[in-house]
């Protein structure tokens, strides 16, 4: 069955009238019967609805929200779990923290919804949850501590993650390049790990990704993760015809179409994230969900905006490939690909602190902004120590002239160093570090020679201009003393280099 063919002239009958709406049927029927009578069962199914789902689940029923007092597990002991307050929840779970008494620490409990409780599927499916990503051990990837059935009910006892989601971020538009940077090859080498385990996580996107308070970001709900290897008949049966595990909007066109899903489903997904978390908006985005399963089952897509820099952009589109094989083949690949960029240079903790609004980004940028203004700083104390020469080059002596041209041309390399890489760091801050240890020995030998002109310039002034040869030595001190000790503490604690 075409369905791109079908969901084009789904979206086209819907603009028609009645009459318009049989023409196309007839039309279509006289060539393919099949589609037609499918396109009509869309239509009859669409008509029925009568709007309900162009308004908002809470506007157009409220009660499906409502929860029953006693649904909540908050206050309660569960096993040898006292749990608190719920923290999340999705299609497959309601996830609480709580206090494992038996070992004395915090844990994310989660449990399926009271509807699903006694679902043999479902069951299974956060049984495998469980079996799936306890064999991942990766800083980046949630721990699975349990599986615990108490009281006839399934329970995943895991590290809690405290945080802040990708999708929150996303709220306040694109993330920074240079904060995208190190989340960006922190789930490249979760995703690695995984597949080399032959995991697959099969429903990655922003929501199941959180920035910890320390910057690491945290893959969690491998509620649906499978393992790569072939399926026995008992897997076999736990998926039913037409049923897709996963999010539409981040997964790859083979796990739309029914098709058997691999690690390349979740170099799909990562590239869908990455597009957004850099642009702020979806690669295969549409007015309506039809259009955007359309453009995914298609493989088309717009991405008309370039992410910079080009090798991540390129990066990005491989990864949105339609076809499986022209992607990466898995994790290990796409973080290999990662490693050649100057993405992976890790920036300050701020990037990532700034994404789940944490309370240590106020310290962290203004360690920053101390890097940037001692940049600028050093760069105005040396025009002004050239400026001085200038204005009392006559005292030199016959050499004044030359003096004050040496000086200026040390002084014009230094400065303009200085200043590029301050604006490196406003404006692509993504390669200030890679920038920075380009230019460094040039910034370092002009001024090295810079304060070794000024102490022999200060020792022909002294004598009857002691006042501004002491001007000229005290300038040069501090500067030496700046280039040594200051320059490498403020590198070191404001971009972590």
Not at 180 to 195: F, M, N, R, T, Y
Request: contains cysteine; glycine residues 8%; hydrophobic residues 45%.
């Amino acid at each position: 069955m075409n369905w791109t063919r079908i969901a084009a002239l789904f979206e086209e009958a819907l603009t028609l009238d009645a009459d318009g709406r049989e023409r196309l049927l007839a039309e279509e029927e006289r060539h393919s019967p099949g589609i037609a009578a499918e396109l009509r069962a869309m239509l009859r199914a669409h008509d029925r609805a009568d709007g309900f789902l162009d308004a908002p689940v809470w506007a157009a029923a409220p009660e499906l929200l409502a929860e029953a007092p006693e649904s909540t597990l908050t206050g309660r002991r569960i096993g040898p779990y006292d749990v608190g307050e719920e923290i999340g929840r999705g299609g497959m779970g309601v996830v609480y923290a709580a206090r494992d008494a038996r070992l004395g620490r915090d844990v994310a409990l989660k449990m399926l919804p009271a509807a699903f409780s006694h679902d043999v599927r479902a069951r299974e499916r956060l049984a495998r949850e469980a079996r799936a990503a306890a064999a991942l051990s990766h800083p980046s990837i949630a721990t699975i501590y349990a599986l615990e059935e108490i009281n006839g009910d399934l329970y995943i006892s895991s590290e809690l993650v405290r945080g802040s989601t990708l999708r929150a971020a996303l709220a306040s538009g694109p993330i920074p390049r240079h904060q995208l940077a190190p989340v960006l090859a922190q789930i490249a080498d979760a995703l690695e790990a995984a597949h080399r385990h032959g995991i697959v996580h099969r429903d990655l996107k922003p929501e199941n990704v959180l920035i910890t308070a320390d910057a690491r970001a945290k893959i969690v709900d491998f509620g649906i993760a499978r393992s790569m290897t072939p399926m026995d008949e008992e897997r076999v049966a736990l998926t039913l015809t037409g049923t897709h595990l996963g999010t539409p909007g981040y997964m790859a066109p083979e796990q739309l179409r029914g098709q058997p899903a691999d690690a390349r489903a979740d170099i799909f997904a990562f590239g869908v994230m990455a597009y957004e978390l850099a642009t702020g908006s979806h690669p295969f985005g549409g007015s309506d969900p039809a259009s955007l399963v359309e453009r995914l089952v298609s493989g088309t897509s717009p991405l008309a905006r370039a992410i910079d820099p080009p090798g991540l952009d390129a990066i990005v589109r491989r990864c949105l490939r339609g076809t499986p094989s022209e992607r990466f083949s898995s994790g290990i690949e796409l973080s290999e690909a990662l490693r050649t960029l100057p993405l992976r240079t890790p920036p300050p903790v701020t990037g990532a602190a700034r994404v789940m609004g944490d309370s240590t980004e106020t310290t962290l940028l203004d360690s920053a902004w101390w890097w940037q203004f001692h940049q600028v700083a050093v760069a105005v104390i040396t025009i002004a120590a050239v400026i001085h020469i200038g204005v009392h080059k006559d005292w030199i002596g016959r050499y004044g002239s030359a003096a004050f041209i040496g000086v200026l041309v040390l002084a014009t390399v230094s400065t303009t160093l200085r200043l590029h890489l301050w604006f490196v760091s406003l404006v692509h801050p993504g390669t200030l570090a890679a920038n920075r240890s380009r230019v460094l020995k040039w910034i370092v030998g002009a001024e090295g020679l810079f304060l070794a002109s000024l102490i022999v310039i200060a020792l022909a002034l002294a004598g009857p201009h002691d006042g501004i040869a002491a001007h000229l030595v005290v300038t040069g001190l501090l500067m030496f003393l700046s280039l040594i000790v200051i320059e490498p503490a403020t590198t070191r604690v404001s971009l972590a280099t």
